[in-house]
C-alpha cells in the first residue's frame, strides 16, 4: 500500500521534472535566454565604457551612500546605465578583474548569439578563452599598473589582478611573474593553434631557412610544374601537421613570410576555422610577388585547378547546412511503438540437442563416417551442428553424401553445409522444435544496431549463432527479396522499412513504394509529407497503377541522371561527399545545388510488373540498378515468381544482395541465389542472405502490422513537409515529336515559364531548362524547339547556346500575347 502511495507520489514529480526538462530544451527558451544574455552584454558594455568618464564622480556616491539612497530617483549617479550599472562596473572593473572584465561581455555576446541560432560557436573553447584571457589580462595589468593602483579611481587589473601580482611577485620575483605571464600567453596560443609551435621554432632558428636556400641549386628552382605543385600539397601538410619532416619544407618558405607568419597567428576571436589547413595555406603563398623580388629565384606560379567555381563557394551564413532544419523537433519513432512477443533469450532444450547429436551421429556412422568432435550452436529457430571428421575422413566424401544424410536425418529444413568456409568443419543445420520469434524490438535495441555507422542500416534478423545480422543497404546497393508465398517477403520488407524509419530523418531518406497487391503497403500512406516520394501529379504516393511505375521509374531515372549532373559539377563521386560539401555550405544553391535524401524504391511483386509492363519497367530498373548507387537511389524488388523469365540475366547482375526466403522448388533457388539451398528452408522468415560468395542463414526479425502501424501514425502526427518529395515531371515518349513537327497547339505546360527564364538569362540553353525545372532532356529539347518556332529563341547552334531573339520580358510579353496562350 505504502509502495502505491510513493508511487503515486513520484509519478507527479517525474511529469513536472520532464515539462521542466522539456522547457530547457525548448528552441524558443533558447532563443529569449540568447536575446536576454545579448541585450544585458550591451548594458554592461555601455555601463563599463561610461564608467571611465563618470567612475570618479559615482565612487564617491558608491561609497558613502546612505542605506536605501541608490533607490531614490535623485541619486546623483551619472552613469549611463544609471545606478546598477555604475556598482555593476565599479564591481566587475575596480574589485575584480579591471579591464579584463571586457570579456565577461564577450562571452555573454557569444552565448547569446549561439543559443539564438544566429552563429555557431564552439561555446566550451570561448569559455576556456574567455577566462584565461580575464584572468591572464587581470594580473598583467595589476602586475604593470602597480605603482598607479590607489591613485586612479580605475584599477586596471582590478582588485583580483593586484592581489594576485603582488602575492606571485613576494614568490617568485617581477622577473619570474614576467617569465610566468609570458609562458602562460604561449602556452595560450598553443592551445588556440598548434602553427604557434612552428612560429616559435622559425623565431628560435631565424636563419636556418636563409642558409639551407643557398644550398640551393639553380635546378630546383627550374623545377618542374608537378613537383611544385607537390610541394605546395607538402606544404599544406606541414601547415596542419608540424613535425619532424616540417623541417625540409621551412625551406621553401619565403622569408618575409616567417614575420607573417607571426602575425597571422591565428586569435579565437577572428574566425573559429582560422586553425584549419586551408586558412593557413595562404600565408605561405600571399607574398609570392615581394618574394619573386626579393631573391633571384625565378618566377613560378601554382595554379590551383578547381572543378568549377562552384568548388570555392562559401555561402553566406557561416554554420554549416542543417538538413533536418525544416523538421528539427522531429522526434524519432521509439521502441514503446513494438511489441515484446515471447521471451527471445537463449532457451535451449538439451533433451532434444542430444537427441538430434546422436541422431546425426548415427546416421554418419551408417554411411561409414566417423567424427572427432561435434558443437552445437543453438539459433532461434535452426541449431546448427558443426562436426570434425575423425583422421582420414574426406570432406568430399561427405559432401557427395549431402543428400543422403539430409534424407536420412529426414526432418524439413535440414542443410548440409560441407565444408564451413574458412573451417575444415562440416555444418549440419536442424530445424528447432520450437523455433523462437526474432522480435524487431529486440534487434532494433541491440547495440549493434543503435550504435550502426551505416548510411542506410537494414537490421534484417538474427543469424544461426544468435548475432543480429544487418546490411547496409548504400553498401548492398540493390537488393533482390524472393520466396513463395506466405513464407515471410512482406515481414521482411516491412522490417527493412522499419529499420530504415528507426535511424533516418525525413530529410534524409525517402521512399517510393509500389504495391500492385494494393493492401501491402497501404500502412504507409500516412508518412506521405514525410518520407514518401510521389510524381508532381501523382494522388497517392503508394503507387498501384502500372502505368505510373512506368512513369514514376523514368522520373527516378531523370532524377538520377539531374543528381549525376550534379555530382560532376561539384566534383564528388558520390552522394556522402556531395552531401558533405553541401552541408559545409562549398555548393551554392543558387546553382541548383541541392541536399539529396536517400531514395529507396520498393516493389513489391516485381513478377506481376514484368508481366504486364515488361520492358518497360525492366529497362529504367536496370538503369537504376546499374548506375545509381553513387547517386544514393536504391531498389529493392521482391517476388513470388522466382523464374527466369521475372529475374531475368541483367536483373540479376545488378542486384548483388540477395534474400531468398523459402521456396517451392530447387529451381526457384538456383535462380535467386544461383545454388540450391532456400527450398530447404523451414518458412516464417527463415531466410537466406546472399551477398558474394556465400549465403548465410537468417531469422528474420518480425514485425507485425500493427506495429507498423502504429510507428506510421506516430510519425505522420508530427509536422511534416508540405507535400511528399516531388519526382522530377516525367512526359512519356509517346508525346514527343521530332523536331521538324512541332507542334505549336499543344504547348507544354512549362513553354512561359522555359520563355522567361531564356529572357532574363538571355541564355538559349537546353541545359538551363532542364536544371532549372528538374525535367528531362528529351521534354527540355521539345521546349526549346518550340521557343524556336514562337520566335523567342533562334536555331540550334551545335554545342553553343541558341541566340535569345526576345531583348527583354516587355518584348516576350508581346510575343506571347500574339501566341493568343
Ligand atoms: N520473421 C518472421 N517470424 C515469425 N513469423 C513470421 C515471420 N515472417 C512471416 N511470418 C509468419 O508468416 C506469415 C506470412 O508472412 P508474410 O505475409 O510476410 O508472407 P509473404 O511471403 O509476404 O506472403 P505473400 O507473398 O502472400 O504476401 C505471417 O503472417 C507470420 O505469421
Not at 530445424?431 to 534484417?460: C, D, G, H
Request: glycine share 6%.
Amino acid at each position: 500500500m505504502a509502495k502505491k502511495k510513493s508511487d503515486k507520489e513520484t509519478e507527479p514529480k517525474k511529469v513536472s521534472t520532464k515539462r521542466f526538462s522539456a522547457f530547457f530544451k525548448n528552441e524558443t527558451t533558447h532563443f529569449v535566454i540568447g536575446l536576454i544574455s545579448v541585450i544585458f552584454a550591451v548594458y554592461l558594455l555601455l555601463a563599463f565604457t561610461s564608467f571611465f568618464f563618470t567612475g570618479a564622480a559615482d565612487q564617491s556616491i558608491l561609497d558613502n551612500q546612505q542605506p536605501g539612497e541608490l533607490m531614490q530617483t535623485a541619486n546623483h549617479v551619472k552613469n549611463y546605465a544609471g545606478a546598477r550599472g555604475a556598482q555593476l562596473a565599479e564591481f566587475l572593473i575596480n574589485e575584480c578583474f579591471g579591464l579584463a572584465a571586457y570579456f565577461i561581455i564577450l562571452f555573454l555576446a557569444v552565448v547569446g548569439m549561439k543559443l539564438m541560432r544566429a552563429y555557431q560557436f564552439r561555446i566550451w573553447k570561448w569559455f576556456m578563452s574567455c577566462s584565461i584571457l580575464l584572468i591572464w589580462f587581470s594580473i598583467t595589468l595589476g602586475f604593470i599598473f602597480d605603482g598607479t593602483f590607489g591613485d586612479s579611481f580605475i584599477y586596471p587589473g582590478g582588485l583580483h589582478g593586484h592581489n594576485v601580482s603582488n602575492w606571485l611577485i613576494s614568490q617568485i620575483g617581477i622577473p619570474g611573474l614576467g617569465l610566468l605571464l609570458f609562458i602562460a600567453a604561449l602556452l595560450f596560443f598553443i592551445y588556440l593553434s598548434n602553427e604557434t609551435i612552428l612560429v616559435i621554432r622559425k623565431a628560435l632558428r631565424p636563419n636556418f631557412r636563409r642558409k639551407k636556400k643557398e644550398e640551393q641549386t639553380a635546378p630546383t628552382a627550374k623545377e618542374s610544374p608537378v613537383k611544385e605543385t607537390f610541394r605546395k600539397e607538402e606544404a599544406k601538410k606541414e601547415f596542419s601537421n608540424p613535425g619532424p619532416a616540417i623541417v625540409d619544407f621551412e625551406l621553401e618558405q619565403p622569408a618575409k613570410n616567417e614575420e607573417d607568419a607571426e602575425e597571422q597567428v591565428p586569435f579565437p576571436f577572428e574566425n573559429e576555422q582560422a586553425t584549419e589547413p586551408e586558412m593557413v595555406q595562404e600565408p605561405a603563398y600571399a607574398n609570392e610577388e615581394e618574394e619573386a623580388e626579393n631573391t633571384d629565384e625565378p618566377d613560378f606560379s601554382i595554379s590551383e585547378e578547381t572543378n568549377e567555381e562552384d568548388e570555392a563557394y562559401k555561402g553566406p551564413v557561416l554554420p554549416p547546412y542543417n538538413p533536418r532544419l525544416d523538421l528539427e523537433n522531429y522526434k524519432f519513432p521509439s521502441l514503446d511503438l513494438l511489441n515484446e512477443y515471447e521471451d527471445d533469450g537463449p532457451n535451449i532444450d538439451m533433451e532434444e540437442q542430444n537427441a538430434n547429436k546422436d541422431r546425426i551421429i548415427k546416421v554418419l556412422r551408417s554411411f561409414g563416417i566417423e567424427i572427432s568432435s561435434i558443437k552445437a550452436s543453438v539459433g532461434p529457430t535452426i541449431t546448427l551442428y558443426e562436426i570434425t571428421p575423425a583422421e582420414g575422413v574426406r570432406i568430399s566424401k561427405i559432401r557427395n553424401l549431402e543428400d543422403d544424410i539430409a534424407l536420412s536425418l529426414s526432418a524439413l529444413g535440414i542443410r548440409i553445409i560441407a565444408p564451413i568456409p574458412g573451417k575444415g568443419t562440416i555444418g549440419i543445420e536442424v530445424p528447432n522444435a520450437n523455433p523462437r520469434i526474432v522480435p524487431m524490438k529486440s534487434i532494433l535495441n541491440s547495440k549493434k544496431f543503435q550504435e550502426t555507422t551505416y548510411e542506410l542500416p537494414v537490421a534484417l534478423g538474427k543469424t544461426i549463432t544468435n548475432e543480429v545480422f544487418m546490411v547496409d543497404l548504400a553498401k548492398a546497393p540493390h537488393m533482390l527479396v524472393a520466396g513463395a508465398t506466405g513464407q515471410g517477403k512482406s515481414v521482411g520488407l516491412n522490417a527493412i522499412v522499419t529499420s530504415l524509419l528507426y535511424k533516418k530523418h525525413p530529410a534524409e531518406l525517402k521512399f517510393v513504394i509500389v504495391d500492385p497487391k494494393k493492401v501491402e503497403f497501404a500502412i504507409y500512406a500516412p508518412i506521405e509529407k514525410h518520407f514518401l516520394a510521389k510524381l508532381p501529379d501523382g494522388e497517392d504516393a503508394i503507387i498501384t497503377d502500372v502505368t505510373k511505375v512506368v512513369q514514376t521509374l523514368n522520373s527516378l531515372c531523370i532524377e538520377m541522371d539531374s543528381r549525376y549532373d550534379l555530382l560532376r559539377k561539384a566534383g564528388c563521386r558520390n552522394i556522402k561527399e556531395y552531401n558533405a560539401k553541401f552541408i559545409n555550405r562549398q555548393l551554392n544553391p543558387e546553382k541548383g545545388h541541392r541536399f539529396m535524401p536517400y531514395i529507396v524504391i520498393i516493389i513489391d511483386e516485381f513478377g506481376d510488373l514484368i508481366m504486364t509492363a515488361g520492358k518497360e519497367v525492366e529497362l529504367p530498373i536496370c538503369r537504376i540498378a546499374q548506375l545509381a548507387r553513387a547517386v544514393g537511389i536504391h531498389a529493392i524488388i521482391a517476388t513470388q515468381r522466382p523464374t527466369t523469365n521475372i529475374i531475368t540475366g541483367t536483373i540479376k547482375a545488378n542486384f548483388p544482395a540477395r534474400v531468398a526466403f523459402r521456396v517451392a522448388a530447387m529451381m526457384d533457388s538456383r535462380t535467386i541465389l544461383d545454388r540450391s539451398g532456400a527450398q530447404q528452408l523451414i518458412g516464417k522468415g527463415d531466410m537466406l542472405y546472399l551477398q558474394g560468395n556465400d549465403p548465410v542463414r537468417v531469422q528474420c526479425a518480425f514485425v507485425d502490422t500493427p506495429e507498423v502501424e502504429k510507428i506510421a501514425n506516430y510519425i505522420s502526427k508530427q509536422q511534416g513537409y508540405t507535400t511528399a518529395f516531388m519526382l522530377p515531371e516525367y512526359v512519356g515518349e509517346e508525346s514527343e515529336s521530332s523536331v521538324g513537327e512541332v507542334d505549336m497547339n499543344r504547348l507544354d505546360p512549362m513553354f512561359e515559364d522555359a520563355a522567361r527564364l531564356v529572357v532574363i538569362h538571355q541564355q538559349g540553353s537546353t541545359s538551363l531548362i532542364q536544371r532549372k525545372f528538374s525535367i528531362g532532356y528529351n521534354r527540355a529539347g521539345r521546349i526549346m524547339d518550340q521557343l524556336e518556332k514562337a520566335g523567342i529563341v533562334g536555331p540550334t547552334q551545335g554545342s553553343k547556346a541558341r541566340d535569345v531573339l526576345c531583348m527583354d520580358e516587355t518584348d516576350l510579353e508581346m510575343k506571347l500575347n500574339n501566341l493568343q496562350l
